[in-house]
Nanobody, 117 residues
Framework: QVQLVESGGGLVQAGGSLRLSCAAS????????MSWYRQAPGKQREMVAS????????SYADSVKGRFTISRNDAENMVYLQMSSLKPEDTAVYFC??????????WGKGTLVTVSS
């Protein structure tokens, strides 16, 4: 069982930057693919970024490509989402998700990011 806790959300003005962190309760080295999802008010949850278990491969939603960077530090059991050039449409609750090799999903409770115009 993996427990995930997000942090780093807050209020930022458009064009600014913010780094989200996801702390895992156990080692995630070579064990879990990690993703960041977000859900804006009145919208469905969408995947923002994902990273392979060892960090060798990443993927991003088209809407954030070139602005967001997902990374991981498995020695510290941490996953990050560096967000730059933020837009008001990035406003959402951001969730960290882990996917085990056995196919189980583990979700954090989310952290709110609000981007003002």
């Amino acid at each position: 069982q993996v427990q995930l806790v997000e942090s780093g959300g807050g209020l930022v003005q458009a064009g600014g930057s913010l780094r989200l962190s996801c702390a895992a309760s156990r080692s995630i080295f070579s064990s879990y693919a990690m993703s960041w999802y977000r859900q804006a008010p009145g919208k469905q949850r969408e995947m923002v970024a994902s990273i392979s278990s060892r960090g060798g491969a990443t993927s991003y939603a088209d809407s954030v490509k070139g602005r967001f960077t997902i990374s991981r530090n498995d020695a510290e059991n941490m996953v990050y989402l560096q967000m730059s050039s933020l837009k008001p449409e990035d406003t959402a609750v951001y969730f960290c998700k882990a996917l085990s090799y056995s196919g189980e999903n583990y979700w954090g409770k989310g952290t709110l990011v609000t981007v003002s115009s």
